[in-house]
């Protein structure tokens, strides 16, 4: 989940999840994870490319990731 969230900051999809007088960060990237995985099967197809691109870069980063997915 907090992948996910990072990957919701990265596409710029956390600007939905605060109000816009504040420029921090006001839930943590868990939160904002377990939010956009409940939205997933109903998000827009303009939010969902940008959060699954940004998702897979951020998991194929990731050494354990490599190490295990790597060979497949």
Not at 7 to 19: H, N, P, Q, T, W
Not at 35 to 42: A, F, G, N, Q, V
Request: aromatic fraction near 12%; charge should be positive; glycine fraction near 6%.
């Amino acid at each position: 989940m907090t992948l996910l969230g990072a990957a919701s900051e990265e596409a710029g999809l956390d600007r939905y999840l605060k109000v816009n007088t504040v420029k921090r960060r006001t839930h943590s990237l868990y939160r904002q994870g377990l939010y956009w995985y409940d939205c997933l099967p109903t998000l827009r197809e303009d939010w969902l490319r940008p959060l699954m691109i940004a998702f897979d870069r951020i998991v194929r980063e990731h050494a354990v990731f490599r190490e295990i997915f790597g060979i497949i």
